[in-house]
């Protein structure tokens, strides 16, 4: 039997035996649908379409399968705490949000944690099937679909501050045993990443940012003590965060042109921390410098509106507070967006792609720094000053 054909009848088989889609089911078929790709080493997945008899009524569904990636050399990223991370989430914490009606905010979710051939695996309801898409943006969005990603935002965290009053010996429980995705010893990508986002573009800076950038060099070069700092939460403000809060984990449902809701999708580096995670990494990797000065403000308003508005009655932090927040410690979105940005920039216009591979393979920090320097090529390096010049100009905050 094939692996693909053994993955189909293993899922099949839990699904059923679980009882997932309740009693009295007669599974008339199912097929694979043409997203099916168990050979994407990074990211393998079957989508399915089940029809089935329950209580004389025929029925379909369309679910996903994520698979957890079990070669070897994605242990550098920690993709096995990622995908314990995830199921954690739909499995334990999640459902401590749902009295406040989390579940619009993500995808239907039915089952995970058994194995084939060695992987874990999730299985969803296909968003697809319900009218939702990946974002038509890639980069800089507009403000529809940005007050929107903001509204469902403020939503998902009002649901943290309601389960800190509501269940909080559960909520805090079940939050401890998030795993760091990231700011681990050892684990060097994501750290040589940022400190190759501060350096490339540093050069030929104007010599009034001088001083602010050597302050910002210093603090990257503290390694992992400062960002478990700007990671460690601290009440009463601290929420359950995406963690990776952009619009490529976002599918959303179009009306015409416009988006009319969102869900979010990968909660593989969820955490325990400021609201300002999630925040700041969406304003500096999905707003232009011209969005940020022109709208920041606004968007905060609406972030605070629906988190004051989610659960009546709920005491939350005052849109100052939020305000303050991310003064402080918007420097966390920053350092993670300027990596990235020269990696989007080369998806858009070919330029020096990202091979991953080859970056996770890399075994000493220098052979790191030489995958990530050249990434975008010279546009690359042109949006990352131009980010960097920006943060230094208007968000620096002078506590750093």
């Known amino acids: 039997m094939s692996v693909l054909k053994s993955a189909e009848a293993t899922v099949m088989r839990d699904l059923l035996r679980c009882k ?103 299985v969803f309801e296909d968003l697809n099937d319900s009218g939702f898409v990946g974002s038509k943006l890639i980069f800089s969005s507009d403000l529809d679909h940005i007050k929107l990603a903001f509204e469902k935002l403020g939503r998902f965290h009002a649901l943290s501050y309601a389960a800190k ?59 992992y003590r400062f960002f478990l700092e700007l990671v460690k939460p601290e009440e009463p ?16 449902r179009y009306r015409g042109d416009r988006p009319d809701d969102v869900k979010f999708i990968d909660f593989g580096t969820v955490r325990y921390a400021s609201p300002v995670i999630d925040l700041s990494f969406f304003v500096f990797l999905n707003l232009s410098p011209e969005m940020r000065a022109s709208h920041l403000a606004e968007l905060l308003r609406v972030y605070h509106d629906s988190l004051a508005n989610t659960v009546p009655g709920l005491s939350v932090p005052s849109l100052a507070d939020v305000q303050e927040e991310f003064r402080r410690k918007c420097v966390y ?19 020096c792609p990202l091979d991953f591979l080859e970056l996770v393979k890399a075994s000493t920090d ?27 100009e208007n968000y620096f905050c002078d506590s750093l």
């Open 333 to 351: 979105g920053f350092l993670h967006a300027i990596y990235y940005i020269p990696v989007m920039s080369a998806v858009i216009t070919g330029v």
């Open 20 to 122: 997932v889609f309740g009693e009295n089911v007669d599974v008339i078929g199912y097929h694979l649908d043409d997203m099916t790709n168990l050979d994407d080493t990074r990211n393998p997945r079957l989508y399915l379409t089940l029809n089935y008899v329950k209580d004389g009524a025929a029925l379909k569904k369309k679910l996903f399968v994520k698979f957890q990636p079990v070669e070897e050399v994605y242990n550098r990223l920690s993709m096995e705490v990622q995908f314990n991370n995830e199921i954690l989430s739909y499995t334990e914490i999640f459902p401590l949000l749902n009295n406040y009606k989390a579940s619009p905010l993500l995808p239907e979710y039915y089952f995970s944690t058994c194995y084939f051939d060695k992987r874990k695996y999730l």
């Open 165 to 223: 009053v509501e269940r909080r010996e559960e909520f805090f429980s079940a939050v401890k045993r998030i795993q760091e995705p990231h700011w681990v010893e050892g684990l060097r990508i994501n750290l040589i990443s940022v400190k190759n986002g501060v350096s490339r573009p540093g050069t030929n800076l104007p010599e009034k940012y001088a001083d602010k950038y050597k302050r910002l060099c210093a603090r990257v070069d503290e390694e």
């Open 237 to 252: 403000i601290a929420v359950l965060c995406h963690g990776d809060f952009c619009l490529n984990n976002m599918m959303y």
């Open 366 to 392: 220098e052979d790191i720094f030489k995958e990530l320097r050249m990434i975008g090529g010279t546009k690359g390096t042109e949006l990352m000053q131009e980010m960097l010049i920006d943060f230094l």
